[in-house]
Structures are given as C-alpha cells and as structure tokens.
C-alpha cells in the first residue's frame, strides 16, 4: 500500500515537472500574470475603474434628483404668486413697506 502511494506521488510529481517544463503552459501563465499584474489594465485599476463609475452614478442620479427638485420649484414659483412671495421673504428677506422682518434661528442640538 506505501508503495503504491510513493509511486502515485512520484507520478504527480513528475506530471507536475513535465507541465512546467511545457513551453506552451509557460507562456500562458506569463500572459496571464502580465495582464493580472503588470498590464495597463490590470486587476487592480478594473477595481478601481468599477468604483469610480458606481460614484459617478450615485452622483447623476443626486443631480437628477435636485433638477427635478429645482424644475418643480421653479414651475411652482412661476405658476403661483402666493408661492413666489412666500419664496422672496424666506430667501431674499424682502418684505412690503409697513412690515418689519424678524429671522428666527434654531440652535440645533449635539444630537440632531
């Protein structure tokens, strides 16, 4: 039994000589390695490249978000007067010539 076992690994053993004594196996593992490794776009600058578009995303889909935000603002604020002065006091603190204007401020809290 031993021996059969010495004999079965020496077999793979030579096997696994023969194989990296192949030419044909030895360049394609050298081009596999170049391109993993060494190649402009190797492994390393694909991860990169991936996170990089995820973020640029994330970030269209936050812009498109806010231009729609924006765009039904500003429909808002065209379509409706009472809208428009509410806007101009709030932003601008524009007020008519009998009022007075009083800005009220929220400290917020160390938790919020």
């Given at each position: ?54 973020k ?14 924006v ?40 938790g919020?």
């Open positions: 039994m031993n021996s059969f076992i010495s004999n079965f690994s020496g077999m793979g053993f030579v096997r696994l000589i023969n194989l990296f004594r192949n030419k044909y196996f030895l360049v394609s593992a050298a081009f596999v390695v170049w391109m993993i490794f060494f190649d402009k776009n190797d492994l390393f600058s694909q991860y990169q490249y991936h996170q990089e578009v995820n640029l995303k994330q970030e269209r889909d936050f812009y498109l978000k806010e231009t729609a935000k765009a039904k603002d500003l429909d808002e604020l065209t379509s409706n007067p009472q809208q428009l002065e509410k806007f101009a006091r709030e932003k601008y603190l524009m007020k008519k010539d009998n009022e007075d204007v009083f800005v009220i401020v929220k400290d917020k809290k160390e919020e």
